[in-house]
């Protein structure tokens, strides 16, 4: 038995390199990920840009949270929030999901460090105080945005 959480050591190959995360591969395979992850956030993007998400009919995905308990989750309202930013609408924005507008600039930045990071074969992980921070942040807004008297709602949705 190895040393390690009970695993035999002896199943690896002589010579095997330790596995150091999901940035497996060549450097070329993980651009080719991230150039087929790009291609499909722009094409969800141009979705957006063309599909209201207010419209009831439009073909959008359900929030598994809102579909099982009825409230709305930290991220609920984000389609909304992209489509009104595509159209130039801040302030319709900001009353789909102010929370997640606010923070768009940080989450941004953090996908594209650990991008950069997985392209170069790493990780970038987020810093322990960021990430309590983020995920208090984010249960307090969504305490906050079930509230009955909140007055920031969405026009449909």
């Known amino acids: 038995m190895g040393a390690h ?3 035999d050591q002896a199943a690896a190959p002589a010579g095997a390199q330790p596995r150091r995360g999901p940035a497996r591969g060549t450097r070329r395979q993980r651009r080719a990920l991230l150039a087929a ?3 499909c956030l722009l094409a969800g993007i141009g979705y957006l840009a063309v599909v209201d998400p207010h419209d009831p009919a439009a073909v959008m995905p ?3 949270v809102r579909a099982v308990t009825g409230l709305d989750c930290p991220a609920c309202g984000g389609l909304r929030l992209t489509h009104d930013l595509l159209r130039g609408l801040p302030a319709a924005a900001a009353r789909d999901n102010l929370f997640l507008l606010v923070c768009a600039p940080l989450l941004v930045g953090l996908a594209l460090r650990q991008a950069r990071a997985f392209e170069r074969g790493g990780r970038a ?3 322990r105080r960021l990430a309590y921070g983020l995920a208090a ?3 307090l807004w969504t305490v ?3 509230l009955p008297w909140w007055p920031l709602r969405p026009a449909s949705g």
């Open 5 to 7: 959480c009970g695993t």
């Open 37 to 39: 992850g790009g291609s």
């Open 62 to 64: 359900l929030c598994p």
């Open 125 to 127: 992980p987020v810093p």
């Open 137 to 139: 942040a984010a249960l």
């Open 144 to 146: 906050v945005r079930n």
